[in-house]
Nanobody
Framework: QVQLVESGGGLVQAGGSLRLACVAS????????MGWYRQAPGKQREFIAA???????HYVDSVKGRFTISRDNAKNTVFLQMNTLNPEDTAVYYC??????????WGQGTQVTVSS
């Protein structure tokens, strides 16, 4: 079973940046597509970015051009560089395999709060 530990969240002002990291275990990481997801207060968890084993990436429109997903297969780690943050980005951020749903095992997530 996959185990995921996210880190790097925090409080940042609008326009600022954060870099999230997620260490995964229990999977053959290098061969697995990984994704970042987020859940804002009162909303369902949503997919925002994915990176495939061949390093292709995919983003939802709301983060395209501001967020960058990357991976370090030697460290079983996936990253999310977030720039030009705005209050609408406030959420708990999770990583997981891609695709993933509520039936999958999830980590504790990392809180990102963007103040205006």
């Amino acid at each position: 079973q996959v185990q995921l530990v996210e880190s790097g969240g925090g409080l940042v002002q609008a326009g600022g940046s954060l870099r999230l990291a997620c260490v995964a275990s229990g999977i053959t990481f290098a061969n697995t597509a990984m994704g970042w997801y987020r859940q804002a207060p009162g909303k369902q968890r949503e997919f925002i970015a994915a990176i495939f084993s061949g390093l292709n990436t995919h983003y939802v429109d709301s983060v395209k051009g501001r967020f960058t997903i990357s991976r370090d297969n030697a460290k079983n780690t996936v990253f999310l560089q977030m720039n030009t943050l705005n209050p609408e980005d406030t959420a708990v951020y999770y990583c997981n395999v891609f695709p993933a749903d509520d039936n999958d095992s999830w980590g504790q997530g990392t809180q990102v709060t963007v103040s205006s």
